[in-house]
């Protein structure tokens, strides 16, 4: 998504990870993903150099074993890469051939400067097209539409909200659905990596994620060809594309620079990647990703995890202990002042045990179409 400006469409729940707050967090995934340098287990190769990411985190999907990190926990703008817990909340919710004539208050809520796909008013789509919006050209505006059809945003921030305490993603604030540049909405590396593992166990999510080109309607009966923005998917703008790769999220805003959660499968095996915040340019979180893909596919099984990806608690997850862990040097408290990761869009943290403004456990149990795991 291409954002500069941080107007909220729907008033922000109070972000409750002050200094204070800090102070008491944990870790989830194992205390090793609390360290501030760079995280390997015995055995492992050596890292790909030149890595500039902010944070990053390489795991296997059907193990859920860390197998390197760095700042695994660090809280930061994430983008569109949110989509990956919009879809994993609402995917299921409705039948893929619903219909739906978009409205002017449909769209009324689309933040000035968002990605989109070219939703308009009095044409209608089907649910499997808008979802098609979202996943290749995370259009802000299907994102709104699908929202409105859940009931509105301030209902789907917080059933989003209720999904990441149940995935245990507990340095992940929602505030818009779509990723959107607004103080306090934070994620991490670990987070989106629960997103994108848990995703892709539902067919239509990895269906969708890893579709490269489809057709969308343009209005008067016509249509038009969309692409995938994943550059290490289609092999646009100069990217090579990733072999096996399967999807899953790129994004960026002004203030969270470039994000990505990438999977791909090789020999029956398949890695996740999580790349956040590289130093330049907009290819550069395709070849961190792509580098940190083959050191993951070159480790040998002798190789040590560094942590794990727990399993939600809905689906039979054991609730994580929070092991006390130190905020990073430097946290500062959500601010819409200041540009890049060094405003608001950075807060620094050691991933976990923060309890935020929802209330609950996911109560809202998804009708999920399940699949055997990629890779397995």
């Not at 859920?64 to 817990?85: D, F, I, Q």
């Not at 945003?153 to 059933?159: F, L, R």
């Not at 990217?239 to 499968?265: C, D, E, Q, R």
Request: with cysteine; hydrophobic share 40%; proline share 6%.
């Amino acid at each position: 998504m291409l954002a500069t400006a941080a107007t909220a469409p729907l008033a922000a729940a109070p972000f409750l990870a002050g200094p204070a707050a800090a102070a008491t967090r944990g870790v989830v995934g194992g205390a090793r993903l609390a360290a501030g340098g760079v995280q390997a287990g015995a055995g492992a190769a050596a890292l790909p150099g030149k890595l500039t990411a902010r944070a990053w985190l390489v795991a296997d999907h059907d193990s859920g074993e860390v197998l390197a990190s760095y700042r695994a926990h660090l809280r930061v703008a994430p983008a569109s890469t949110l989509k990956m817990l919009f879809a994993d909340t609402l995917l299921d919710r409705f039948a893929p051939t619903e219909r739906r004539t978009v409205t002017d208050a449909d769209l009324a809520g689309v933040p000035s400067g968002s990605s989109l796909v070219g939703v308009r008013t009095g044409v209608t789509y089907t649910v499997e097209q808008l979802w098609l919006g979202v996943f290749l050209r995370s259009g802000n505006d299907a994102v709104q539409v699908l929202a409105r059809m859940n009931g509105g945003v301030a209902k789907t921030v917080a059933e989003m909200q209720a999904r990441a305490a149940d995935l245990q993603a507990l340095d992940t604030h929602v505030v818009s659905p779509d990723g959107y540049d607004h103080p306090g909405q934070l994620s991490s590396a670990y987070d989106l990596a629960l997103f994108a593992r848990h995703g892709l166990r539902d067919a239509g999510f990895r269906a969708h994620c890893a579709t490269r080109t489809a057709r969308f309607p343009a209005g008067g009966g016509r249509t038009r060809v969309i692409e995938n923005t994943d550059r290490l998917l289609s092999g646009s703008s100069g990217v090579t594309p990733y072999p096996g790769l399967i999807g899953v999220k790129n994004g960026f805003t002004s203030s969270a620079g470039n994000t990505f959660a990438g999977a791909a499968t090789r020999a029956g095996r398949t890695l996740i990647v999580t790349v956040l915040h590289p130093e330049s340019g907009h290819n550069a979180v395709y070849g961190e990703t792509a580098a940190l893909l083959d050191w993951g596919f070159a480790q040998r099984s002798s190789a040590r995890p560094v942590g794990t990806l727990v399993e939600a608690l809905s689906e039979g997850g054991k609730k994580a202990t929070a092991v006390p862990a130190p905020p990073y040097p430097g946290a500062r408290r959500a601010s819409s002042a200041g540009g890049g990761p060094d405003g608001w869009g950075m807060l620094g943290g050691a991933g976990g045990a923060v309890a935020l403004a929802v209330g609950g456990a996911y109560a809202v149990r998804r009708r999920r179409t399940r699949q055997t795991p990629p890779g397995s």
